[in-house]
């Protein structure tokens, strides 16, 4: 079709071009062009970016689909949930369904080729006419998300322009290139907190629940030139099988169409196992949807990188140990000049590949996905774990609706009881929720809300026998925010109703006198929105749990930020008034700190006061600030590495940031560490979050003893796994909180105390169990932890330091531990 611009006229080079990357507005543009020119792409801005650029969903079809569209998308997603269809049924929508497959590219800003990749794919698929590309217009609507992170395209490319020509031409970006996330937007697919997630989520799992899905990546440049579906072991658990032939399937035909083409270097079936982090490309195999990721060796952004033969290393594990020719690695690169158009021709490849595959076969993806769907449904049916029941009534209500939102995000099917109903010797009243396994997505409810184990066997070890989980141990999100969903054991009658939207639920209440319950994480944002509105706030201290009161009429505030409460007739005897405190959050570069990222997105959404501070905020005093906060980081990144030029990791770290401009550079020094020590002894308050405990101990001279420090994985390990603990909730930090909980344990610290003259300076509100420490995950050495300290309130001179050896507010998805942050934000 010779009226499509060509992606050459419009951005002046062709994507994937050495030392040049096509810009988001520029992109938007072309596909907003395309759209013009062409009946066979339409374009969707899904709404804002977390900073207000567009989000495009596009979609390229046969001019013929995209008339038929709705009755497409409704036909896939009937066949991924066929109950109550006969054979005949699901026959007929497979013969008159369309294949769909959903691809996304650059969740991760520095991995650049995916965006680039998009450009021209989509040039291709709207222009030409062969046999092949009209075989996969016909036959599969493909839906493609060009840019997952388009603030974060903006950010890498723009930094990219500023340093080429310098010596600092190709490094790593030196921030978050998300403003709150940065790698770590990937890990939010279940809890989707950012509005990128959000529209993925309704794309895959409300729109369309396609067949396949797949996220194109980078990664390190000295291995395979790409590495492709399937997984590697070990497997998810209570993932249908026939997920895992597909993977096999499409990436044969990806491999296979490489090979064909003479692209070298692509490897399948190795580095990311088929249990990872529960994100997009991950999840969906629990959605019954082929999930699959292409990771693509970096060059040095757009400028290319010479590799040496002797640098290119296997995996080093047992399925890819050395670089040399293997069954799933059949044709390796021999080393030279890598650049940004061989990725992007390799991702083409993938991506191309995905949906030729499936549209040859067309009859036979849709017919498998309903197959899946009746096979879980089958599967959770017959299970011992029956369902799950989440009493509406428990300690934090709030979290009890937020577990049942995010259930309903990945539309997983919820009833509530009508009446109340005996499962065994237990009855629940109505309002009661209940999850069936008996359902398509039963492997999304088992994993989401079931206890799990991480595997333990020769696919999820090294050499030294220690655990090697990819990334959290276990994804249970209702025990990160401590929400209790019982497993019904037998089979039971009860009247229900489906669930589709949660709302608060909260009647609004009208009078002058107002006790807010301190249980619900609510509690706080409706707090301080009173505070900033000139209310006065006080802890009940006749109250176990630390309620708030107000007087005068607050329920305008209530509106605004509902969340449970009561009227009083009278005031109470005995209150602590509550007076917000100044608090600093440390940040640095170095590609930045995805947990301080988060903890700014909490603090923002429920209304806490911070100011950002660096190197030499610190350095200069902290005055004016009464709390300083210390994201979870090592002792190298928060010091400098400089001050570490013998720590192994840190020389890795820094061979993967690349050389950076002076501004850039980061570390407080011993001079910062000095004036943290001096800020606290002056009456400030710091708290240092996970890893950054080590370096509130050395630093500030703590009677505290990290007795995991040093300790090898071998002997301690937990990787993201939730611990039981017990809690001393009379203590200002643990208001609120119930006398168990659970806590989201990453290889962090445990503590003893060891001042043998001022013990008496130390108080460990929250300690672990004695036994059966581990619920979900993984734990090896439960002698580190049993009855050890999991939080320490340390006093020093006038001031104090709160050491969580845990993530209270880990990846903004362990809210049953935010309280513990919250409450420490007042005076």
């Not at 002056?682 to 405990?693: E, I, M, P, T, V």
């Not at 796994?721 to 203590?731: A, I, K, P």
């Not at 999991?790 to 006093?795: D, G, P």
């Amino acid at each position: 079709m010779s009226n499509i611009t060509r992606p050459v006229d419009h951005f002046g080079f062709k994507p994937g071009a050495d030392y040049e990357l096509a810009r988001w507005d520029k992109i938007v543009e072309y596909f907003y062009l395309l759209e013009k020119q062409s009946d066979r792409i339409t374009v969707t801005d899904m709404g804002p970016s977390t900073e207000g650029n567009p989000f495009l969903k596009v979609i390229i079809t046969s001019p013929e689909n995209h008339k038929n569209l709705e009755e497409i998308r409704q036909t896939s997603m009937k066949l991924a949930d066929p109950r109550g269809l006969s054979q005949e049924e699901i026959d007929a929508l497979v013969k008159k369904g369309k294949a769909v497959s959903v691809q996304s590219m650059s969740l991760h800003a520095t991995e650049v080729g995916g965006t680039q990749m998009a450009i021209n794919l989509t040039y291709d698929l709207v222009s030409q006419s062969t046999e092949e590309i009209l075989n996969i217009l016909d036959n599969v609507v493909f839906v493609m998300v060009p840019c997952f992170n388009p603030d974060g395209e903006i950010m890498v490319r723009d930094w990219y322009y500023e340093t080429k020509g310098t010596e600092y031409e190709g490094s790593n970006f030196p921030k978050l290139y998300q403003l709150y996330t940065g790698h770590d937007n990937n890990r939010d697919a279940f809890c989707q907190n950012l509005n990128e997630s959000k529209y993925m989520g309704q794309i895959l799992f409300h729109e369309w629940m396609p067949q396949s899905y797949q996220d194109h990546h980078h990664m390190g440049s000295y291995g395979a030139r790409i590495q492709i579906a399937p997984y590697k072991n070990p497997l998810r658990q209570h993932v249908d099988p026939l997920v895992w032939r597909e993977l096999n399937w499409y990436g044969a035909n990806m491999a296979y169409q490489m090979d064909e083409v003479g692209l070298d270097g692509v490897s399948s079936g190795a580095q990311y196992p088929g249990w990872g982090h529960y994100g997009y490309h991950w999840i969906t195999n629990s959605h019954n949807i082929a999930g699959m990721l292409t990771e693509s060796a970096s060059a040095k952004l757009a400028t290319p990188k010479y590799i040496d033969f002797t640098q290119l290393k296997g995996d080093g594990d047992i399925v890819q140990p050395a670089y040399e020719a293997q069954t799933n690695f059949p044709n390796p690169w021999p080393g030279g000049w890598w650049r940004l158009g061989d990725i992007v021709d390799r991702m083409y490849m993938a991506a191309y590949a995905l949906l030729d595959t499936m549209a040859r076969n067309k009859d036979a993806v849709l017919k498998n996905m309903a197959q899946k769907a009746l096979n879980q449904t089958k599967r959770g049916a017959e299970s011992a774990e029956y369902a799950y029941i989440i009493p509406e009534k428990q300690h934090d209500t709030g979290e009890v609706k937020h577990l049942i939102q995010l259930l309903r995000q990945q539309n997983v099917e919820v009833h509530q009881a009508v009446k109340p109903f005996e499962v065994g010797h237990a009855t629940y009243p109505a309002g009661t929720y209940v999850v069936m396994l008996g359902q398509p997505k039963m492997s999304v409810v088992r994993n989401l809300i079931g206890k799990t184990r991480y595997p333990d066997n020769q696919w999820t070890k090294d050499a030294t026998g220690a655990f090697t989980a990819f990334d959290s141990a276990t994804d249970t999100v209702n025990e990160y925010m401590n929400v209790k969903a019982i497993p019904a054991m037998t089979k039971f009658e009860a009247e229900l109703k489906l669930v589709d939207k949660v709302c608060c639920g909260i009647e609004i209440l009208k009078g002058d006198k107002y006790v807010i319950s301190a249980k619900e994480n609510s509690a706080f944002k409706t707090v301080n929105l009173l505070l900033k509105e000139g209310f006065k706030v006080y802890r009940i201290v006749a109250c176990p749990w630390r309620d708030f009161y107000v007087e005068g009429d607050i329920s305008a505030v209530l509106e605004k930020a509902p969340t449970p409460h009561r009227l009083v007739d009278k005031g109470f005897d005995e209150l602590i008034e509550v007076k917000p405190l100044k608090v600093a959050m440390y940040q640095r570069y170095y590609t930045g700190n995805a947990d301080e990222g988060w903890t700014r997105m909490i603090f923002e959404r429920n209304g806490f006061e911070y100011t950002t501070v660096f190197d030499k905020d610190i350095q200069e005093g902290l005055e004016g600030f009464d709390v300083l906060i210390m994201p979870s980081d090592s002792e190298g990144f928060i010091i400098g590495p400089k001050y570490h030029p013998n720590d192994a990791h840190m020389k890795m770290m820094m061979q993967w940031v690349g050389p950076q401009p002076e501004k850039y550079r980061s570390g407080i020094g011993p001079e910062g560490a000095k004036k943290i020590k001096e800020f606290v002894e002056k009456g400030g308050r710091l708290l240092a979050f996970n890893k950054s405990c080590d370096f509130a101990i050395n630093y500030l001279g703590l009677g505290v003893k990290n007795i995991v420090a040093g300790v090898p994985a071998k002997k301690f390990n937990t990787h993201g796994s939730t611990l039981h603990t017990v809690v001393d909730n009379q203590h200002q930090v643990t208001y609120g909180m119930p006398k168990e909980t659970l806590v989201f344990h990453w290889d962090g610290p445990s503590f003893e105390i060891n001042d043998g003259f001022a013990a008496d300076n130390y108080v460990m509100p929250i300690k672990y169990v004695s036994h059966d420490v581990l619920q979900s995950g993984l734990l090896t050495g439960e002698e580190y932890v049993a009855n050890k300290g999991a939080l320490v309130v340390c006093k020093k001179g006038e001031g104090e330091v709160v050491l969580y050896g845990f993530g209270p507010q880990n990846r903004a998805q362990t809210t049953g531990t935010y309280k513990l942050l919250y409450n420490m934000m007042y005076r």
